[in-house]
């Protein structure tokens, strides 16, 4: 069964460092999002794509975040100067098959995640 | 603001009971409702899609009901398995066009043998 591919599963990172979290959703999938999880709290949405645009961002995604979708099949995640409350699991998630009916059209499929620490 | 809301925060039964796991949310505006599974440590597995016209869907042992203008959500769990156990999330899609989900703090359910 085709799945989202997430790499690195634990990225350790000194604070102010660039890190790229990478994913590659399923084939294909049209929509791509990223949230993210801090321990013991909920899953909180990051941003969307679609179109090779950003379709929505949250709060949380400001100008230290960035994301691309630099080939037909990766789609990352960048933060530029990582914080000590920026360690979380992030998880890519990919939705939209073109030939799908309504339905599973909508159904966003996980990642297994990247733990991110920040030191 | 969409706030989604889930109760109990953890559930313990033993093998074998029904249980009904409730999800509710503030704005009836919602696109869909998706349940979701997560296993320690792991991603989120997606178990059932109610679209917002939709009053309820089923998968095996597994239906979820969906009650709009009431903002509430009901996942029902029949005859329960230890391989159960793990954490139960719902997520509402709001209606704009990008998909984007609005989780409840999650469920952690544990079926002891």
């Known amino acids: 069964e085709p799945e989202v591919t997430q790499t690195p599963s634990h990225q350790v990172t000194q604070m102010g460092q660039e890190v790229i979290l990478r994913c590659v959703p399923i084939s294909n999938h049209l929509y791509f999002y990223w949230y993210r999880q801090i321990l013991g709290q909920k899953v909180e949405f990051l941003v969307s794509?679609?179109?090779?645009?950003?379709?929505?961002k949250s709060e949380i995604f400001d100008d230290q975040f960035s994301v691309e979708r630099p080939d037909g099949s990766n789609f990352t995640l960048k933060i530029r100067s990582t914080k000590l409350e920026d360690s979380a699991m992030y998880f890519c998630a990919s939705s939209g098959p073109r030939d799908a009916q309504s339905l599973a059209k909508n159904i966003q499929y996980f990642g297994a995640g990247t733990r991110l620490s920040v030191l | 603001k969409q706030e989604v809301t889930q109760i109990p925060a953890a559930l313990s039964v033993p093998e074998g009971e029904n249980l009904v796991l409730n999800c509710s949310f503030t704005d009836s505006a919602i696109y869909n409702l998706q349940w979701f599974r997560q296993d320690p440590g792991k991603g989120l597995t997606s178990l059932l899609l109610?679209?917002?016209?939709?009053r309820e869907q089923t998968s095996g042992r597994l239906n979820a009901s969906l009650d709009k203008s009431s903002g509430r959500s009901t996942l029902y769990i029949a005859a329960s398995q230890p391989g159960d156990s793990a954490t139960y999330l719902c997520?509402?899609?709001?209606?704009?066009?990008?998909?984007?989900?609005?989780f409840g703090q999650g469920t952690t359910l544990q079926v002891k043998p």
């Open positions: 997520a509402v899609r709001t209606p704009s066009n990008t998909g984007k989900l609005i």
């Open positions: 794509f679609y179109n090779n645009e950003i379709s929505e």
């Open positions: 109610i679209q917002s016209s939709q």
